[in-house]
């Protein structure tokens, strides 16, 4: 079956901007996670939905960023007056399980964001 | 607060050649320890899932190590082959939270 989608696939944005990105969940998978990956860098922990709950945000950067999953499905993650350190990939990963039972996640190809 | 570190962060062998990528992490109190391959513009794909009760999974030429006590994990390529070029990233589970290395890009050359 299908994977995780993301989308836009690539997205350049200028400095103070808003950005939304969008990612699809394998169907039916219960936890979703978003993570940022900084160039030459592994990826880091923004936050963990469990359906449509938010259970952890606390990789968020700042204030500036925010997450919902409002159906337990699709979840967006919203960039508000971007800055160029917010350059980066953004993955979106979902698991067939609740957080805490251990399991791979799946990923998806990510978003490239790059603020000028 | 757990750190995961990689050795080397790039590493270039001819064909054939079997290898050994590098994990280590500070905190023993993991509830697995999975590896991750990473090629541009594809995302990631698990390559291998090794819970923190077991000592070492295998899958085809890949063979990965788990010691906690050391916090040591290896991945272990054999014969390797010009396909298998790519970056190799492992990730700790602590409580859910993937914490993750920075790579090792490996190149092999035919």
């Known amino acids: 079956g299908a994977g995780v989608s993301q989308s836009p696939r690539y997205k350049v944005a200028k400095r103070g901007q808003d950005v939304a990105l969008r990612c699809d969940p394998i169907?039916?998978?219960?936890?979703l996670f978003w993570y940022q990956q900084a160039l030459g860098q592994g990826p880091e922990f923004l936050t963990y939905?469990?359906?449509?709950?938010?259970?952890?945000k606390s990789g968020l950067p700042s204030d500036r960023f925010f997450a919902e999953r409002p159906e337990g499905s699709v979840s967006t993650l919203k960039i508000q007056r971007t800055q160029q350190e917010d350059s980066a990939v953004y993955l979106c990963a979902s698991s067939p399980w609740v957080a805490g039972v251990t399991d791979t996640q799946y990923f998806g190809p990510g978003t490239r964001l790059t603020v000028l | 607060k757990q750190e995961v570190t990689q050795i080397p962060a790039a590493l270039s062998v001819p064909e054939g050649e079997n290898l050994v990528l590098n994990c280590s992490f500070t905190d023993s109190a993991i509830y697995n320890l999975q590896w991750f391959r990473q090629d541009p513009g594809k995302g990631l794909t698990s390559l291998l899932l090794?819970?923190?009760s077991q000592r070492e999974q295998t899958s085809g030429r890949l063979n990965a190590s788990l010691d906690k006590s050391s916090g040591r994990s290896t991945l272990y390529i054999a014969a390797s082959q010009p396909g298998d070029s790519a970056t190799y990233l492992c990730?700790?589970?602590?409580?859910?939270?993937?914490?993750w290395g920075a790579g090792t890009k490996l190149i092999i050359k035919p």
């Open positions: 990730a700790v589970d602590s409580n859910y939270q993937l914490i």
């Open positions: 939905f469990q359906n449509e709950a938010q259970l952890d």
């Open positions: 090794i819970q923190s």
């Open positions: 169907s039916g998978h219960v936890s």
